[in-house]
């Protein structure tokens, strides 16, 4: 089956860092686009970083010169380094193959008539809390 798992969030004080992993198994990792997605309470999901099958990277503005994505295809994993977090920054991160995925308001999930449903390639989040 699919599965994508987060790891590493937790609480760190502003400046600090953090380093999350994912671990995917179930799919042709090496050839899937992995990326980093967050969604703060009250906001809706959007993409922090993405890194291509062939390492090509991508950072929203926000993130850039702070964070950065990497993968060991070896291992399966997708990593994300999070430096200078600042509160901002506070949210539950979620990893996704983004080449295999649909973005909508609410990571990981689609609304369909009105409900909503987990969709695959997409892990279950880890919450990381930055405190100012």
């Known amino acids: 089956e699919v599965q994508v798992a987060e790891s590493g969030g937790g609480s760190v004080q502003a400046g600090g860092s953090l380093r999350l992993s994912c671990t995917a198994s179930?799919?042709?990792?090496?050839?899937?686009?992995m990326g980093w997605y967050r969604q703060a309470p009250g906001d809706n999901c959007e993409l922090v970083t993405s890194?291509?099958?062939?390492?090509?990277?991508y950072y929203r503005d926000s993130v850039k010169g702070r964070f950065t994505i990497s993968r060991d295809n070896a291992k399966s994993t997708v990593y994300l380094q999070m430096n200078s977090l600042k509160a901002e920054d506070t949210a539950v991160y979620y990893c996704?193959?983004?080449?295999?995925?649909?973005?909508?308001?609410?990571?990981?999930?689609?609304?369909?008539?009105?409900?909503?449903?987990?969709?695959?390639?997409w892990g279950e989040g880890t919450l990381v809390t930055v405190s100012s």
């Open positions: 179930g799919f042709s990792f090496d050839e899937s686009d």
């Open positions: 996704a193959a983004v080449s295999l995925v649909q973005m909508g308001r609410r990571c990981g999930q689609t609304l369909v008539g009105g409900v909503w449903y987990s969709m695959p390639y």
């Open positions: 890194i291509s099958s062939d390492g090509t990277t």
